[in-house]
C-alpha cells in the first residue's frame, strides 16, 4: 500500500510537471505572436512601410487630414500598396536609357570606365573601323550588339558591317557617318558601315543589310532618327546611327510609330495612378512619369526593386517596373 501511494504522488507530481511546461510554453507563445504583430506591414501615410504599429487605445486606425484638412484614415492609401518612397537626386535627370540629348540639350560625358571596350568584347559577326582604336559601349548595349550580329550573320550568312564609332566617331571629310550627335557620350549608340570591295562604305539601310533596320527593335535598338520624323527630331533619316533604349521601350516605340522625341512627351501624361501599361515577352510593364521637384525628387517606386529610372534631361523622370 506505502508503494502504491508514492506511486500516486509521482504520478501526480509529473501531470502537475506537464500542465506547468503547458503553461509556460502557451503564454511564451502568445508572447512571440504578440511580438510579430507589433512589427507589421503598416499604412504610413500614402505608402505602405515596415514600422510599429501605433494604433488608437481602442485598436482603430488613427485619424489624419488631407491636403484639405478634413479627416481621413490612412488606408486611404492602400493604392499603393507594395511601393515605397525615395527621393532622386537632381542630377539624375541627365542619366539613363531615356534621356533625351541633342544641341537642347546637352548631356555629361558617361563614365568610359564603366563602360566595355568592343576591342576585347566583339564577336566575329562584325568588324570595327581601326583595330588599333577603342570603342566603348555601356555593357547591355554591347551585350545586344553582339546578339544581333550573330542573328544578322545567322540570319543573311554576311558579316560585312563595321562599327565605325560609338562614344567617338569620325565625322570629318570623307567619313563614312558625317554627322556629329551629341548623344553619343551617354554610351548608348552605335554608327555602322560596311566593309566594302577596298574600303569602308556608308550604311544605307537598303538589300539584305536592310535587316539590321528592320530587326534592331527586337534587341533594344532603335533608328534613332527614322523617316518622315525630320520635324520632330530635327535630324533626316539616318539609318547608320542606333541607340539603345533596351528592349521594352523599343518596343513601344515601333509599335506606336514615334521617335524618342514623340516617346517621351507622351509618357509625361502617364502618371503612378494612371501609368502606361504595356508588355514585352509575355511579361506585363507599367511605365509613368513624375515631374522633376529640383534638387530632390519625392518618387514612389515597387518595394521589390524590380525597376529602373531614367531622367528624360528635360523636366522630369520616366519610371518603368515589372509587375
Known amino acids: 500500500m506505502k508503494k502504491m501511494r508514492l506511486q500516486k504522488r509521482k504520478l501526480a507530481l509529473t501531470i502537475g510537471m506537464m500542465v506547468a511546461v503547458i503553461f509556460i510554453l502557451d503564454g511564451a507563445k502568445r508572447e512571440i505572436f504578440r511580438a510579430d504583430t507589433s512589427e507589421s506591414i503598416v499604412v504610413d501615410g500614402s505608402f505602405r512601410t515596415s514600422s510599429v504599429a501605433n494604433p488608437n487605445a481602442d485598436g482603430t486606425v488613427p485619424f489624419t487630414l488631407d491636403e484639405n484638412g478634413q479627416p481621413t484614415t490612412a488606408f486611404e492609401g492602400i493604392k499603393y500598396a507594395g511601393y515605397n518612397e525615395t527621393e532622386i537626386e537632381a542630377d539624375k535627370i541627365n542619366q539613363g536609357l531615356l534621356v533625351l540629348a541633342d544641341a537642347d540639350h546637352p548631356v555629361a ?7 566595355i571596350d568592343l576591342a576585347a568584347y566583339k564577336n566575329d559577326f562584325y568588324s570595327l573601323a581601326d583595330e588599333e582604336e577603342q570603342y566603348y559601349l555601356n555593357a547591355d548595349a554591347a551585350e545586344a550588339l553582339n546578339h544581333m550580329m550573330a542573328d544578322y550573320n545567322a540570319a543573311t550568312e554576311l558579316d560585312d558591317f563595321v562599327v565605325y564609332g560609338t562614344t567617338d566617331t569620325f565625322t570629318g571629310s570623307g567619313s563614312s557617318c558625317n554627322r556629329y550627335f551629341q548623344e553619343r557620350v551617354t554610351g548608348n549608340t552605335v554608327d555602322l558601315a560596311l566593309k566594302g570591295a ?38 533626316s533619316y539616318c539609318p547608320w546611327h542606333l541607340r539603345y533604349v533596351g528592349k521594352l521601350h523599343a518596343s513601344n516605340m515601333q509599335k506606336n510609330g514615334l521617335c524618342l522625341e514623340e516617346y517621351l512627351e507622351a509618357l509625361k501624361t502617364y502618371s503612378i495612378d494612371d501609368p502606361y501599361e504595356c508588355s514585352y515577352d509575355d511579361a506585363g510593364y507599367i511605365v509613368y512619369y513624375i515631374a522633376s521637384a529640383g534638387e530632390k525628387t519625392p518618387a514612389r517606386v515597387p518595394l521589390s526593386g524590380n525597376y529602373s529610372i531614367s531622367g528624360n534631361n528635360s523636366d522630369g523622370f520616366i519610371i518603368t517596373t515589372k509587375k
Not at 560625358?109 to 563602360?115: G, L, Q, T, V
Open 109 to 115: 560625358e558617361a563614365d568610359k570606365d564603366s563602360m
Open 198 to 235: 577596298s574600303s569602308i562604305i556608308n550604311y544605307d539601310g537598303l538589300d539584305e543589310e536592310g535587316w539590321i533596320v528592320e530587326n534592331c527593335v527586337k534587341y533594344g535598338f532603335i533608328v534613332r532618327y527614322p523617316k518622315d520624323k525630320d520635324a520632330k527630331t530635327g535630324e
